[in-house]
């Protein structure tokens, strides 16, 4: 039987009734949730999904104590908004979170926008039925509990000198970042520090290694075992110092479930990209895969993921790499990553550009 929500009368009466559905419909299909932020404690120490409701007239982060822990604030609106993204992005930030899920009231019952970090958004309606409401709420929220993120890195100085100022691999990424700027492909990185407190931006590095958002990445096949890779968070028009903008990735350890990297000596490093672990993947498997594009675009008529696995887990990266494994030539395959972007392979960044222009376009869809 459909089971029809009241409107709320009162502020807050969205958020308890909304948070508290969506925590029981998440426990029945076993997600891994901490403990309720409100409680003053988390158990999610070693991961999982918490649920943080928030004020938005007193916007409070969710104080991680880990990076494997992913949050999900909720917040509630009076009106239902005309443009989710612009109400919802600097929230997203402010309350340092992996989602913001933006939740009004209308005439057909409660609707829930979706605001991601790759700055776009999606919606669940209501339409009259409390169950279906809350399953497919938990259908979009599963991927964030059940992801392994795979974001830590191992530095060596270990790096042969005569590669400490790059090589023709290092030289290309250089090139295929200023491209990027050129097709308008490179959003500006987000300026973190201008949206939350001094406290929470010293949180963010110390607990993430960036300081500023940055979206795409590129990488470029140095041999049989090692690739070029742009680091995170940095400015990808200008992809030149090894260490700080481009890392040679030399593996990726089990054990620690981080990738491991060979920098100079001395050099103070940046971590790589988050999708370091779907490259590796995707290299391991294809030899003739020379170089790897991601980038927060989309080609029409390409295959996709089903799954909308966070950015930087091991789920997301098997998930893209088997996709690129079905395609007639992996080696110069265009997949898209479900509410995200595009990865592509081919035989150098050169050659992925020449089959790319002229095709993309900025905004990925939704769904």
């Known amino acids: 039987m459909k089971q029809v929500s009241p409107v709320p009368a009162n502020p807050g009466e969205l958020t308890d009734w909304f948070t508290q559905n969506l925590r029981r419909k998440l426990h029945q299909r076993g997600a891994r949730l901490a403990d309720d932020p409100a409680s003053g404690s988390s158990n999610g120490d070693d991961g999982g999904l918490v649920l943080h409701p928030i004020d938005l007239s007193h916007l409070r982060g969710y104080r991680r104590k880990t990076r494997a822990l992913y949050?999900?604030?909720?917040?509630?609106?009076?009106?239902?908004?005309?443009?989710?993204?612009?109400?919802?992005?600097?929230?997203?930030?402010?309350?340092?979170?992996?989602?913001l899920i933006l939740v009004s009231a209308t005439a057909d019952g409660?609707?829930?926008?979706?605001?991601?970090?790759?700055?776009?958004?999606?919606?669940?309606?209501?339409?009259?039925?409390?169950?279906?409401?809350?399953?497919?709420?938990?259908?979009?929220?599963?991927?964030?509990?059940?992801?392994?993120?795979?974001?830590?890195?191992e530095f060596h100085e270990d790096l042969p000198e005569e590669l400490w100022n790059g090589d023709e691999h290092?030289?290309?990424?250089?090139?295929?970042g200023v491209k990027l700027e050129q097709m308008n492909l490179l959003p500006a990185p987000f300026p973190l520090e201008q949206f939350i407190t001094e406290e929470?931006?010293?949180?963010?590095?110390?607990?993430?290694?960036?300081?500023?958002?940055?979206?795409?990445?590129?990488?470029?096949?140095?041999?049989?075992?090692?690739?070029?890779?742009?680091?995170?968070?940095?400015?990808?028009?200008?992809?030149?110092t090894v260490g700080k903008e481009v890392l040679l990735v030399t593996g990726y350890n089990p054990q620690t479930k981080a990738m491991v990297l060979s920098i100079p000596p001395g050099v103070e490093p940046n971590r790589v990209s988050v999708d370091a672990?779907?490259?590796?993947?995707?290299?391991?498997?294809?030899?003739g895969v020379g170089a790897i594009l991601h980038?927060?675009?989309?080609?029409?008529?390409?295959?996709?993921?089903?799954?909308?696995?966070?950015?930087?887990?091991?789920?997301?990266?098997?998930?893209?790499?088997?996709?690129?494994?079905?395609?007639p030539d992996p080696t110069r395959a265009i997949v898209g990553l479900r509410n995200h972007g595009m990865t592509i392979t081919g035989h150098s960044l050169d050659e992925i550009f020449?089959?790319?222009?002229?095709?993309?376009?900025r905004q990925v869809p939704m769904s």
Request: charged letters at 25%; proline letters at 5%; one cysteine or more.
């Open 295 to 327: 980038i927060h675009a989309w080609i029409d008529g390409i295959p996709s993921t089903h799954v909308n696995y966070p950015c930087g887990t091991y789920e997301l990266a098997k998930e893209v790499a088997e996709l690129v494994r079905q395609q």
């Open 110 to 153: 409660p609707q829930a926008d979706f605001v991601t970090m790759e700055q776009g958004f999606y919606t669940v309606h209501h339409n009259g039925d409390d169950d279906a409401f809350f399953q497919e709420l938990a259908n979009r929220l599963m991927p964030l509990a059940e992801s392994h993120l795979i974001i830590d890195n």
């Open 200 to 240: 929470d931006y010293r949180h963010v590095r110390r607990l993430f290694g960036i300081g500023k958002l940055s979206y795409g990445n590129l990488s470029s096949r140095k041999d049989a075992t090692r690739y070029w890779m742009s680091a995170s968070g940095v400015d990808k028009s200008h992809l030149r």
């Open 71 to 99: 949050v999900a604030a909720i917040a509630e609106l009076a009106d239902t908004p005309d443009h989710p993204l612009k109400v919802g992005y600097p929230i997203l930030i402010r309350t340092l979170s992996n989602l």
């Open 170 to 176: 290092v030289e290309q990424i250089y090139r295929a």
């Open 354 to 361: 020449s089959r790319i222009d002229g095709k993309v376009r």
């Open 277 to 287: 672990i779907e490259h590796y993947m995707i290299y391991r498997d294809h030899p």
